[in-house]
């Protein structure tokens, strides 16, 4: 398993934006499919966004496509979310996340076996 960890959280007011970043450890990280969630207060986590292993592939919730783009780069074993146009109702704890496989395609139903702690992102109106 790869060990992650978030950072890039922080306040800022409704249409501004945000890069989230998510440091992975191990030399396997290209060998794995990588994803961003988030939960806020009182609801269940919710998928984000996807990236494949080579970054070819791609997907998105409807609530974010559009605005939030997910990279990678595999030579600082990082996996990004820059987001734009932020609106209050995308307020909550975001989670990276990584699942093991050269998948391209459905990626928001793979198991994501391996999470980071979370970073807060809150969007004020």
């Known amino acids: 398993q790869v060990q992650l960890v978030e950072s890039g959280g922080g306040l800022v007011q409704a249409g501004g934006s945000l890069r989230l970043s998510c440091a992975a450890s191990?030399?396997?990280?290209?060998?794995?499919?990588m994803a961003w969630f988030r939960q806020a207060p009182g609801r269940e986590r919710e998928f984000v966004a996807a990236?494949?292993?080579?970054?070819?592939?791609?997907e998105y919730a409807d609530s974010v496509k559009g605005r939030f783009t997910i990279s990678r780069d595999n030579v600082k074993n990082t996996v990004y979310l820059q987001m734009s146009s932020l609106k209050p109702e995308d307020t909550a704890v975001y989670y990276c996340?990584?699942?093991?496989?050269?998948?391209?395609?459905?990626?928001?139903?793979?198991?994501?076996?391996?999470w980071g702690q979370g970073t807060q992102v809150t969007v004020s109106s």
């Open positions: 990236i494949s292993w080579s970054g070819d592939s791609t």
């Open positions: 996340a990584a699942a093991r496989g050269l998948y391209e395609t459905q990626l928001q139903g793979r198991e994501f076996g391996s």
């Open positions: 191990g030399r396997a990280f290209r060998s794995y499919a």
